[in-house]
Nanobody, 123 residues
Framework: QVHLVESGGALVQAGGSLRLSCTGSGRALRHYALGWFRQAPGKGREFVALITWNGGDTSYSDSVKDRFIIARDNDQNTMYLQMNNLNPNDTAVYYC????????????????WGQGTQVTVSA
């Protein structure tokens, strides 16, 4: 089991940028595909972006495509989410999660959830 901790959430104005980090412990993250998910107030958790074990393939939800970039540094046991051109609809708690194995799989196969980091975008 891997333990994941998110950081980097903040209050930002619309049009601004943030970079979230997800750091793992307990096991090396190179054994996992990783993903970012978010949960807005009053809504269910939704997929944001996924990345394979070596960063060779990525997947994004339509709502963040062309604005967000998922990346990872296995030497640092860390994954990132660069978020650009933020808008109020991006306000949510952002979570990272892992899927044991090299393939990306489907978003419902992810677990070992972190505690989340709050991102708030003001208009």
């Amino acid at each position: 089991q891997v333990h994941l901790v998110e950081s980097g959430g903040a209050l930002v104005q619309a049009g601004g940028s943030l970079r979230l980090s997800c750091t793992g412990s307990g096991r090396a993250l190179r054994h996992y595909a990783l993903g970012w998910f978010r949960q807005a107030p009053g809504k269910g958790r939704e997929f944001v972006a996924l990345i394979t074990w070596n960063g060779g393939d990525t997947s994004y939800s339509d709502s963040v495509k062309d604005r967000f970039i998922i990346a990872r540094d296995n030497d640092q046991n860390t994954m990132y989410l660069q978020m650009n051109n933020l808008n109020p609809n991006d306000t949510a708690v952002y979570y990272c999660a892992a899927r044991l194995g090299y393939a990306m799989g489907s978003s419902d196969e992810y677990g070992d959830w972190g505690q989340g980091t709050q991102v708030t975008v003001s208009a």
